[in-house]
């Protein structure tokens, strides 16, 4: 992985992030907590899914950068 290669993850991930807040703004608390089926995530579950895959990539991109040092 080239330093270009995570520079262009870096800003996928925070154009992601970005979009996704846009997206949020306007729920309120219960909102997100409303499921549309039992058996389905609610706003707040997809959202802390997103937050802990997020930590997992830039913990990835974090190595691969020590690793091109």
Sequence with gaps: MTNQTIDNLLNKIKTSRSRILAELTNISPEQGLIK????TWNIQEVVEHLVLAERGGFD??????????
Excluded: A, G, R, S
């Design 60 to 69: 990835l991109i974090t190595q691969q950068q020590k690793n091109l040092e």
């Design 36 to 39: 549309v089926e039992p058996d």
